[in-house]
């Protein structure tokens, strides 16, 4: 009963079992199990058990077997609590299947009308006091029979019950999500946090476009430009959001979420920190490539980590968090130069009352930004979420570029017009 329901990492949606059941690491447990073996796996409840059920017939389906050939491979014992699922790499045998319908009307803790055998015929339980003979309960699960012999199809089961019995992936690990829609306290804290943003965004906004209307010199504010609140917006965004998606689909090899939460953490943020470092050392338009490249690489991981981790299966686990690790440096470097070279680039256009302004844009925005990771993630998979993080930075590069341009042209203005007061003096 590997059912702890207890938060994983950062993300409390997904809890630290939830890949454990989901189509991929059903299809692992099939191609382990012998020919006489059994998975059993002790639900909570029967909602529980059923998703089993759904995402185990996948699985097998993608080993090509039909839906009716891999019904013949389970069963569930049902009960209102502590319903048992069944899963065998082959046929369950006949002697199994009377052994098990005997136990499930012989012992109490298990109710043949929740239950699922296959090879169990379906009989219907007369009703007392019917005059009919058409009236009675069926003796055994008539959802779960209808799947097995083809009159109810799987999708129907997966989404006309009421609940989410829609197979979870190791791209959407929401095993124990049975609503269709995203909870609501993820849009609360979306929009609170979106108000939070354009509050810090347009209040401090005006005050700037004010000093450069009137020309100030004083504080030191030279032009005031949308690109910079946009710049610290995308990386904001992008730094949270990718930060969530690897960590989600880095732990799944790692084991110890506790562990290898504090291990990643730290391997990202010194290679962030190293990135911070020698952003000092280069000119701001290096910032714009380490934009492209920290896009580049987000992508990059996407695609090619879970194959090297699947290859790496057989190594040690010091092995497997070592590559982790140095995945997180590669990926943290790049992005940690962006922040301090805004910050610089801020500091020039509109002098040292920017610098606050921008942390509080870019912490604004990684609230939203973590708010909108697990979103994009329950809607459509940890993969679109990192893809999400890869465009935010894509963004934060373009901005960045025009406000360096845009630098230079300022500069290129006053140099000629320095020229020409030049010689009209002599």
Do not use: C
């Not at 799987?154 to 829609?166: C, K, P, Q, S, Y």
């Amino acid at each position: 009963m590997p059912i702890t329901k207890s938060s994983q990492s950062l993300n409390a949606f997904a809890l630290s079992e939830s890949y454990l059941f989901t189509k991929n690491a059903f299809e692992d447990y099939y191609d382990h199990l012998t020919n006489n073996g059994t998975l059993l796996v002790m639900a909570h409840n029967m909602p529980e058990a059923a998703k089993m059920m759904t995402t185990a017939v996948a699985a097998l389906q993608s080993e090509g077997l039909s839906v009716q050939q891999a019904m013949r491979r389970l069963y569930i014992l049902g009960s209102d609590m502590m319903p048992l699922f069944g899963l065998r790499k082959t046929p369950l045998p006949t002697w199994e299947a009377a052994f098990l319908h005997l136990g499930v009307h012989n012992f109490g803790q298990f109710d043949p009308r929740l239950s699922y055998i296959p090879g169990a015929e379906q009989q219907m339980a007369r009703l007392p006091l019917s005059t009919s003979i058409d009236q009675g309960v069926p003796m055994m699960n008539p959802v779960f029979a209808g799947v097995a012999d083809g009159r109810l199809s799987l999708v129907r089961l997966e989404t006309g019950t009421g609940m989410n019995l829609v197979p979870p992936t190791d791209n959407r690990p929401f095993f124990f999500q049975y609503d269709f829609s995203t909870p609501p306290v993820l849009y609360a804290l979306l929009w609170l946090s979106l108000g939070l943003l354009v509050a810090v965004l347009v209040i401090p906004a005006s005050w700037f476009k004010g000093l450069t209307a009137a020309n100030n010199t004083q504080h030191n504010v030279r032009k005031f430009s949308w690109w910079l609140p946009v710049f610290f917006i995308s990386i904001g965004l992008g730094y949270i959001i990718i930060e969530l998606a690897l960590f989600q689909k880095l732990v799944l090899y790692l084991g110890d979420p506790s562990r290898s939460l504090a291990l990643l953490l730290a391997a990202l943020f010194a290679g962030s920190g190293a990135g911070s470092l020698l952003s000092n050392r280069t000119k701001p338009s290096a910032a714009v490539v380490a934009g492209l490249a920290s896009a580049v690489l987000a992508l990059v991981i996407l695609f090619i980590a879970p194959p090297i981790f699947n290859s790496l299966q057989a190594a040690s686990l010091s092995t497997l968090r070592i590559f982790a690790a140095v995945v997180l440096l590669v990926q943290g470097f790049p992005m940690g130069m962006m922040f301090p070279t805004g910050l610089r680039v801020a500091e020039k256009r509109l002098g040292g009352p920017a610098i606050p302004w921008m942390w509080a844009i870019n912490g604004s925005a990684s609230v939203v930004g973590s708010a909108l990771a697990i979103i994009i993630a329950m809607i459509n998979g940890y993969n679109s979420s990192l893809a999400a993080g890869a465009i935010s930075y894509l963004v934060a590069a373009s901005s960045l570029a025009i406000l360096l341009r845009g630098n230079h042209v300022s500069q290129n203005s006053v140099m000629e017009d320095e020229n020409e007061s030049t010689f009209s003096l002599h």
